[in-house]
């Protein structure tokens, strides 16, 4: 089985400041990884994802994220906050092999760009 | 293209009733995932057709709630006898391919579900 645990329920930083948002994983075989934004009142987009190759993954908005193995971690990060970012963030596993493709989802990071 | 949507935007029933959740994939997506949001469980995956295969219903909470996928495109999501712990956001998915891991799912924009 696998899971995602995202630290930190809120996180608050300055426009234009650096974006970090912690994800990490845990899967008994080679996950597939995602991260997930959603604005008020809307789904799910998808910022970017990992499958294979290149550890460092580059999606849209400025945001990329890198695939550390050894710490089984995740995490998404942007140079610059812009207030557009302020949403929900979700990262989200599945499984290379079975599965169906179902995503597991981690609790989400709330992310409020400030002034 | 269109994308994934989904019917009613909103729902307000009352607590016993019946009701049906409409799911529009992207078309030629032949993968198509229901999932659950609530402030209480965050996101959950409720179930996944596949083509014509057997679905995976592993993630359904108890026996009052069942899916229909016909024709390969559209799906049902039906609750009966709703509760108040139904309350929450449906949101269904679709992807061109679903056997294995890795392919994105495309969300629709949701059922608020509210039960009183």
């Known amino acids: 089985a696998q899971s995602v645990t995202q630290l930190g329920s809120h996180v608050s930083v300055s426009e234009g400041a650096l974006v970090l948002l912690r994800c990490n994983y845990s899967s008994s075989v080679p996950p597939y990884l995602f991260w997930y934004v959603q604005y008020p009142n809307q789904g799910l987009q998808l910022l970017l994802k990992?499958?294979?190759?290149?550890?460092l993954v580059k999606g849209i908005n400025g945001f990329e994220a890198e695939f550390k193995k050894s710490e089984t971690s995740f995490h998404l990060t942007k140079p610059s906050a812009h207030m557009s970012d302020a949403a929900e963030y979700f990262c989200a596993v599945s499984l290379v092999t079975g599965g169906g493709n179902k995503l597991t989802f981690g609790t989400g990071t709330q992310l409020k760009v400030e002034l | 293209g269109a994308g994934v949507s989904q019917s009613p935007s909103n729902k307000v029933t009352e607590k016993g009733k019946d009701v049906e959740l409409r799911c529009d994939p992207i078309s030629g997506h032949t993968a198509l995932y229901w999932y659950r949001q609530s402030l209480g469980q965050g996101l959950e995956f409720l179930i996944y057709?596949?083509?014509?295969?057997?679905?995976?219903k592993s993630g359904l909470p108890s026996d009052r709630f069942s899916a229909e996928r016909t024709g390969g495109s559209v799906s049902t999501l039906t609750i009966q006898r709703t509760q108040q712990e139904d309350s929450a956001v449906y949101l269904c998915?679709?992807?061109?391919?679903?056997?294995?891991?890795?392919?994105?799912?495309?969300f629709g924009p949701g059922t608020r579900l509210t039960v009183t």
């Open positions: 998915a679709s992807s061109n391919r679903g056997l294995a891991g890795g392919h994105e799912q495309y």
């Open positions: 990992y499958t294979t190759g290149a550890t």
């Open positions: 057709f596949q083509g014509n295969s057997a679905p995976d």
